[in-house]
Every structure is written in structure tokens, then in C-alpha cells.
């Protein structure tokens, strides 16, 4: 077996054919790209997930990207309900989950056919042989076997017999045909993990936890594993395992983290900073619900989540906890927002610090929920009625949700006021290896909330932030009403007075723009005193963007990057940093958004670099729009 | 406390804005009399409202208050209520704010038996936005966007809480004082949801809509006062009570061999009785009074105990340690 060639000098190829069973050679590789796919109930992302965890505790430095369709079970054997797992695991510094995987798990013809146009020349395929039966074949729109007319000969095809290895792997069990079959993905997990020299040890914990109520299904997803790893050992088929040596990656204790998880700790931690209970109303949706599944697990926490009757009660109970003096929370994805607006504008009104997460999703409607895209920027800058702005954070990576979530809630406090935080399906479901932040040294959170009935008034504000006191209901000599209706300066009663209203909104929108202060110098990777282009990204197009900018580096392109966390306010220095370059290019997963703001901002010719296809950039795709802008 | 509050402690400063006449000013002033005698601190009280002519209530009362936004009070007083058990909620809304708009809010808030006070003043017309057609409005009523009269059917106030499983559930009138003030104080005094529809008269858009409950002349003719325990009496001269016809309620006069044994009497905690008396409609009369009242965890207490049990099962939180959760592995 060969994998495709990597760069000069680093591979070092084995040319052993079928050594046995005894001493295999290994073949290293910097890095390798394994797609699994398979029916949404092949087991695919759990087996994708497990080879994560195996790869991260190997020390390579990973990124993941699940790609599954919105169906939990659509038909077997149709592609709709193809679901799959990409995972790139390297011995370098890794930044996407790679454009096109170098080995294709495929656990049926569909499988097979969904993927098969990402795969490169060479590429690996390894199929369940027994699974491209005639039927299937032709369920999955083939005419005929691929797997026997040359279609593939491009490929290297590994054929294998998992299913009829499983079973007789199993015989022993008793255990009926259906629940035999549900272990394949552990044969399949076993067998790879041999070949690219993974340890099973933390899938045979991971098992023991899962079927701790089960024995017998322990025992037999444990025998499959074992078996998928010895056949991978024993069989002729694979000349050699491949090794992909730990990664250089900065020194300390590191876990596996989701965007989604990510994002929950990040609140967790807010909670815990600032001594305040944490409240999530939250109605579930595609891919927010693992928050509001996170958080409902952390009870002892003083977390409490309300699974609400809709999009409108989550928001709309969380501003009645914020009232309340809770670190106040919704989740969500873009059709949620858009039911959200009228309460977050309430919020906004009041000044009730809460945090609105949106993860976003393929729009528009109810498009395809399981995809990424970062079409909800300016309906977060936006999308309510009147003037309501609102401070906006995106996350750049699954890990750098954590420090998002906690920044958002420093903010909303700080300054009394709702703040969105964007995130997309491909963050919320990615994974990659999270280096544990040391608690002790968490930026400070201070929450004070106002006592002192002498000279209270509900909307006297702090001088510097412009924030109003944070009152809530059981202090004395407080009480007060607050509400949705235009209020007076300082007061907060009901006031229809044209001059007064302009001066609440015009103060609103300057405590958000006031929130620049907190922001840090725009660091820009690349020429740092200007060049030909910048790519300006936001959100998850990150690592997309970082890598195809670090090869053209390599091949001496004046190519540089900014990447945003801040949205609203943009860093005060962003519009000095752009201008030093020829040419300013908006990379983001829309028809231009963040190109909007920036050209309206500050008059700058940006252009734009967009994708709506519910998938990530590809690096080779910026790179050859890159490439085309700076011969043009 | 030191002293104990009056009536004024709980007046706002704010000066009373609702038209001349209007039934609400009436609610205003019962609820204001009744609640010194919780014996609550002003603080520990909180008004929530949604939007509308009822919904500017908090406004007028001296203790905390959130005048939100159309149809999501219940919700969020949920969310008040839920992290903030001490606090006494109560939610003031109206036919178009509870029934409409908000109508799933209510619902739920109520399933989930939230230890709220839900006032839902029905005036059977939007006033706010200056008279159509309510979904409490009878079909026929003309209003400006029903020239040719409504042809929407109305919900029940009282067999929508019923249906939702409401744990406590009671009519009573803006006018009659002493019945809404004591109706109020039992459905302050029910821990869970309590819902109570309070008739009230809009003096602009639908005036005299409950004449036949509220006028002197007759309204003993047409109003079925529920007192738990006993027959359901009506009637000028006390004479009238309604009694089951095969499983048909009927009205029937006393005398001439109908004595009170014949008649229905009332029971709080059968909600069947609850649906029939809820469906009452003329000829037979009006039932005010609390039509059922049971007991179930509330959906706050039962989400505390559980935040308790988890802590003292896993002990507080440690973030430290929480982060580290899962499979972690050192990089030297």
C-alpha cells in the first residue's frame, strides 16, 4: 500500500509487499488526511471520533471536520444519508482539516459515490467489499459495480471483507446479525488504527464507559476492535503501517475539545469568575443543541438550562435571569436569531447584560442545517428593529470558543448589554487538540451589582463605560420599573421626549463603540509594515486562510492576514493596518458581509473571496484566488 | 419587617395613564390593598407585563417591575422565577397579550406549573391598538377590522388554563371588589401556576361587554358564584341552582320538590367538574370564583432540587478540574 507522495525529503516509503505477520515495517508521514463514510448509522463519526482521540493522544497535532446529513436515518444505502468524518493528523502544525483526504473509508456504494470526486489520483480507498452487493450498487446510482469495472483504477483499492471478518470475529457472542453489524466500525477503527500506528487503549476506555450498562455489547465491540487491529497486522494486504510522528506543539496538558464544548466551558468558566449562576434558556437546533446538552450536565456547577417551548421563550426567559443577576445565555442557529430579534432589542433597550450564541448555518430558510456558512454577520450588526447595536465576537477555532464565550461574558457584563457570539456548524462540530488554560490566570470578571438605595437611579451611568447600575429584584429601596417603552435619561421612566430619546440612543450606540478600548492592536501574520495583499477573515475560515497564506509565503508571495475576533466595534487600528497593503481581500463563507463594513468603514476598495456552499474554503481554493489577485 | 406596609408603600409615582373609567384602574387598586397583607417585602415583589393596556401595570406599583415586550411575560418570568425562587412573580397580561401573541407562552407556564401569578385581564377587545376583534371577541362582534362582523371563533380563557393542566384556575370581575381581592389572595396564597381571568370593562371600545355580570339590576340572575363544598346556588332571591340533567347541566328553580340536595355541589379538585362549569354559557349563568385548584411540584422548586442533588452527589463545581474532563495528555 501507498499513500501519495509528501513533500521531498520527509517520506520515508516502505517497499516492503505483504511482510507477515512478524515485523511489519512502518512508513512515516508528515501527515494524513482519512475521510470515513458510511450509512448515518455505520458508526462512521464515532469511529472518526475515536481515531481522533487515538491521534491527539499520539501527539499529533489534528483538526477535524463531521460532515453528516440533516436525515438521523435517511434510506440505507442512498446518498442522503451519507454521513462522513474527516481527520487530519500531523506531525506539523495543522490549521484545517485538509482540502482531500488521502484514505477513503467507505462503508457502502453511496459512501463510495459522495465522496469519491475529493479524492485525489492514488488515493486510498478501502471499502467494505461484502456492502457492494447488486442491490446496493444500484441503490446508490451506480450502474454497475464500480469496484469490478475499472472505474476506480485510478485509486488504490483496498477490498474488505468487514462485514463476513466482523461476524466471524463475533461468532462466539451469540450475539444476533443486527447487533453484529453495528460493530463494524470498530473493525474498521481496529484495522486503521493498525495501519497508521494508533494506540486502542483510549477506545477500549472509551467502549468500557459507553457499555458499561451492556457486557455483552461491550465485550463484543471490544473483540471486534481487537480484531480489526490484528487483522490489519496479519493480513497481506497492508505491506507496511505508516507512522505520523507527534507533533512540536507548544508544552503543557492538552485534551480533545468541540467548538460546541468549547463554547459551554467558556461559560462555565464565566460563571465560575464571577460568582454568579449561570442560566441557558435555549429551544433545540441544529448544531447549537451539544451547548445546551453540555451545560444541562454541569447542575453542580449552579448552571441551570431551560429547554424552552421556542426560539422566543429561550431568549426571552434569559432576560428575565439577567434581570434577576444570572450570567444570562441563549443558543442558537440563524432561524432562532431571526425569531430572537424583537427580545434582543428588548435587551438592548433595558441594558440586561446576556450573551446570544449563534451558531451559524447554511441558510437561507431552513437550508441545510448541518452545513456551515457565515451568512448571519450583519443580521447580528443588524437585524433588529431601530437602533440597537449590539458588541459582536467571533471564534476562529473549536478551542478559541472557550475564550470567546468567556470574553463575550466579560463584555455583557462589563457594559450592561447583550453581546453576539458567532460561531458556525464547522467549529461547533470540529475538534483539535485544546491547550488547558490555566484557571488562576483568566482574565477578571467584576460583577457589582448596585446596593445603595441614596441617589440610585436606574439609568445613571458608570462615567467611563457608560454602563447603568445592575439592580435586581430583593434589594432594598431599589425597586424600580424597567421596560421596552422609550425612558428618560437617568430615570428610566416612560418619556416621549424627542431630545431625550435621541440622547438615550446616541449614549446606547457610544458605550458600544466605547467597547473598542478593549480591544487589542490587530496582529497581522505576514508583512507587518504592509505588502501586496491581506486576506481579512473571520470566524472559522481561520485555518483555511492561515495555511494557504503560510505557502505562498513559502513561495515568497507578499501575502499577509488579519483575522477578526472582534466584529463590532472593528479594532480602532484596522483601518490603518489594511491600508498599508495594495489590496484588501474579505475571505468569508458569504456573498460578502464583512466586505460591507469594511468598505462602508473605511472607504477602502476591498474585494471579495466568497463561498456558499455549505462547505469550507479548500486551501488550494484561496490559494489560486489569491494567486489570481495578485497577477491581476 | 419593622412596620408594616400599607396600601400607599405599594403606589408608584408614576401617574396613572389608562382612559377615564377603565376597568383596570379598579384591578389596580385591589392589588394594591391586597398586598400589604402577604406580608412580602416590597423588594421581593416583581410585576412582569407583556404589551398592551393592561401590560402597563408595573408601572403603577412601587416594586420591582418589567414591562416587556407583546406575549413573552410568561416567559420571562420563567426565567426570573426559576434562578431566583425567593422573588414573588407575578404576571399581569391581557386577552390579545396572553391568548394571541403569547398564547404558547401561557400555555406552557402553566403546564409547567411555574410558581407564578398569571392576571389576565380579558376585555374581550384590543384596546391599545384601538379596537379590533380579540380572540376572546364573540363571532359576529364589528369592530374596525371586522366590518361584517368576525367570523373567528373565541377561545375560553379558563378551559385553555384547564387544558393546559393549570393548577389553580379562577374567574372574577374588575367591579366586584371583594371577590377579586379574596379570589386574588387565594391564588396568591397556591404555590404553582395560578391563572386568573379577571372580566374587565373596556369603557371605549367594548363597553358594558359583561353587563349581565357586572350590571345591579341583574347581574344576580347571571353570575354563579363557586364556593368549594357547596351547591351551586344563583339568583336574586337565592332560588336558582344548577343541577345535572343525565350528564347535561341544567338550571333549575328551587321548590316544588327541588331542594339544594339535587343541586351540583362545587369541588375544586375535580376537573371534570372544572371543564363543565368552565363551558357554562347562557341561558345558563356566568361561574365566577376558582374553578379548580390541585397541587404539583412546580417546575422552579423541581429544578432546584435537582441543581441541590447534583452538588450534593458530584460536591461544587470545580473548574479546574471540569476543564480536564476526558482523555487529556501532557506535551513536555
Known sequence: MALPPEAAGHAAESSGLGGGAAAKPHARRDSVVIRFAGDSGDGMQLAGMQFTAESALAGNDIATLPDFPAEIRAPAGTIAGVSGFQLNFSSREVFTAGDEPNVLVAMNPAALKANLDDLPPNGVIIVDREAFSEANVKRAGYASNPLTDHSLDKFQVFQVDVTKLTTAALHSTGLNNRAVFRCRNMFVLGMLSWLFQRPIESTERWLEGRFKKTPELLNANLMALKAG????????MFASSYEVQPAKIVPGLYRNITGNAATALGFVAASVKCGLPLFLGSYPITPASDVLHELAAFKNFGVYTFQAEDEIAGVSSAIGAAFGGAIALTTTSGPGMNLKAEAIGLAVKTELPMVITDIQRAGPST?????????????????????????????????????????????????????????DGQLANGAEPWLLPDVSKLAPIKVEFASNPDGFLPYKRDPETLSRPWAVPGTPGLEH??????????????????????????????????????????????????????????????????????????????????????????????????????????????MGQLLKLVRADYLIDAIGCNKIQGRPFKVNELINRISRSLEG | MATALTRKDFVSDQEVRWCPGCGDYAILAQVQKIMPEFGIPRENVVFISGIGCSSRFPYYMNTYGFHTIHGRAPAIATGLKVTRPDLDVWVVTGDGDGLSIGGNHLIHA?????????????????????????????????????????????????????????????????????????????????????????????????????????????????????????????????????????????????????????????????????????????????????FYATSRPTYDAAMNAQMAEARAKQGEGNLADLLKRGDTWTVN
Not at chain 1, 393 to 410: K, L, Q
Not at chain 2, 253 to 258: D, F, M, R
Open chain 1, 229 to 236: 487491529f490484528n487483522y490489519g497486522d496479519t493480513t497481506e
Open chain 1, 367 to 423: 437550508g441545510m442545517p448541518t452545513k456551515p456558512e457565515q451568512a448571519d454577520l450583519l443580521m447580528a450588526m443588524y437585524g433588529r428593529h431601530g437602533e440597537s447595536p449590539i458588541p459582536i465576537i467571533a471564534a476562529s477555532t473549536p478551542a478559541d470558543c472557550f475564550e470567546c464565550a468567556y470574553e463575550a461574558v466579560r463584555l455583557a457584563v462589563k457594559y450592561m448589554t447583550p453581546v453576539i457570539l458567532l460561531t
Open chain 2, 110 to 290: 402553566l403546564r409547567r406549573n411555574i410558581d407564578l401569578n398569571i392576571l389576565l385581564f380579558n376585555n374581550q377587545i384590543y384596546g391599545l391598538t384601538k379596537g379590533q376583534y380579540s380572540p376572546t371577541s364573540e363571532v359576529g362582534k364589528v369592530t374596525k377590522s371586522s366590518p361584517m362582523g368576525s367570523v373567528d371563533f373565541p377561545f375560553n380563557p379558563i378551559t385553555i388554563a384547564l387544558g393546559a393542566n393549570a393548577t389553580f384556575v379562577a374567574r372574577s370581575v374588575d367591579v366586584e371588589q371583594k371577590h377579586l381581592g379574596d379570589t386574588l389572595k387565594r391564588a396568591h396564597s397556591h404555590r404553582g401556576a395560578s391563572f386568573v381571568e379577571i372580566l374587565q370593562n373596556c369603557n371605549i371600545f367594548n363597553d358594558g361587554a359583561f353587563n349581565d355580570v357586572t350590571d345591579k339590576a341583574i347581574k344576580a340572575d347571571h353570575q354563579l358564584v363557586l364556593e368549594h363544598g357547596k351547591p351551586l346556588i344563583f339568583g336574586k332571591n337565592r332560588d336558582k341552582g344548577v343541577r345535572m340533567s343525565g350528564n347535561r347541566p341544567e338550571v333549575v328553580t328551587l321548590g316544588n320538590g327541588v331542594t339544594e340536595a339535587d343541586l351540583i355541589v362545587h369541588d375544586e379538585t375535580n376537573l371534570a367538574l372544572a371543564f363543565m362549569l368552565g363551558n357554562l354559557q347562557a341561558p345558563l349563568p356566568t361561574p365566577i370564583g376558582v
Open chain 1, 481 to 590: 420599573r424597567i421596560g421596552g417603552l422609550s425612558s428618560e435619561d437617568q430615570t428610566g421612566n416612560v418619556s416621549y421626549s424627542p431630545a431625550n430619546n435621541e440622547l438615550m440612543v446616541r449614549t446606547r450606540a457610544r458605550k458600544i463603540t466605547g467597547i473598542v478600548r478593549e480591544i487589542p492592536p490587530t496582529s497581522i501574520f505576514g508583512d507587518v509594515n504592509g505588502g501586496e495583499l491581506v486576506v481579512l477573515g473571520w470566524g472559522s475560515t481561520y485555518g483555511s486562510v492561515r495555511e494557504a497564506v503560510k505557502q505562498l509565503r513559502d513561495k515568497g508571495k507578499s501575502v499577509s492576514h488579519i483575522h477578526l475576533r472582534y466584529l463590532n466595534p472593528l479594532p480602532a487600528d484596522l483601518g490603518g493596518q489594511l491600508r498599508k497593503f495594495k489590496k484588501v481581500m474579505v475571505a468569508e463563507m458569504n
